[in-house]
């Protein structure tokens, strides 16, 4: 099935420091989600995201609705041991069919 | 809301066998989709309904799978016979349409299907 480029595909930081993740893909989206998935669970969202260049924090955590509407960013501040996991974005296309398309995944680990 | 609800979360069977996954959405939603996570292809949608009616189902691997939604509180996904490559997540999801453009989606916390 049809996914988003995501990356980088796997991270290992230290605790405190900064995450960037991004998503990119070739079609235009009307809404981008990113979810969080913790081992033996499903994801859970963390951000939805509605608007071209719109910009929403939950948190440590701030995402981006890319300008071009084919592009989406999240950022985790100053990340702590439980941040570990795998995050995914999502773009909702809703041109001919109403499908949420998934990123391929990052997974995040940080060390204390 | 109590959230996405699936049954079993774990089900360990044997090649042959006939499989039901169980959903029940939340509640007031009108999308239902199912999914397939395994490490090699990652997330992968199979199925979804709309008001209960299947919409799309070009994901759904081969016959052996079916799904059904008989009202707008129960969804089930069969698989039938089941083999081992059908070992894998499946999580139910669900999410409601606004007229603002405002729709989300919500996860279940998934089946884990060990096919022996």
């Known amino acids: 099935g049809q996914q988003l480029n995501q990356s980088p595909q796997s991270m290992f930081i230290q605790e405190g420091e900064d995450v960037s993740m991004n998503c990119t893909s070739s079609?235009?989206?009307?809404?981008w989600l990113w979810y969080k998935q913790e081992p033996g669970e499903g994801p859970v969202l963390l951000i939805a995201?509605?608007?071209?260049?719109e910009l929403t924090s939950n948190g440590r955590l701030t995402a981006q609705f890319g300008i071009t509407r084919k592009d989406s960013f999240l950022n985790i501040s100053a990340s702590i041991p439980s941040d570990v996991g795998i995050y995914f974005c999502?773009?909702?296309?809703?041109?001919?069919?109403?499908?949420?398309?998934f990123g391929t995944g990052t997974r995040l680990k940080v060390l204390a | 809301d109590a959230g996405v609800i699936q049954s079993p979360r774990h089900e360990v069977t044997e090649m042959g066998q006939e499989v039901t996954l169980r959903c029940k959405p939340i509640?007031?939603?009108?999308?239902l989709f199912w999914y397939r996570q395994t490490m090699m292809r990652g997330l992968e949608l199979l199925i979804y309904?709309?008001?209960?009616?299947?919409?799309?189902d070009s994901g759904m691997p081969e016959d052996r799978f079916s799904a059904k939604m008989p009202n707008a509180s129960f969804s089930t996904l069969k698989i039938q016979p089941s083999e081992p490559r059908d070992s894998a997540v499946y999580f139910c999801?669900?999410?409601?349409?606004?007229?603002?453009?405002?729709?989300?989606?919500?996860f279940g916390p998934g089946t884990r299907l060990t096919v022996l």
């Open positions: 995201l509605y608007k071209a260049g």
């Open positions: 999801a669900s999410s409601a349409r606004t007229s603002r453009g405002r729709d989300t989606q919500y």
């Open positions: 999502a773009g909702l296309t809703t041109s001919g069919t109403y499908k949420y398309i």
């Open positions: 309904f709309n008001n209960n009616v299947p919409i799309d």
């Open positions: 079609s235009i989206f009307n809404t």
């Open positions: 509640s007031g939603h009108d999308y």
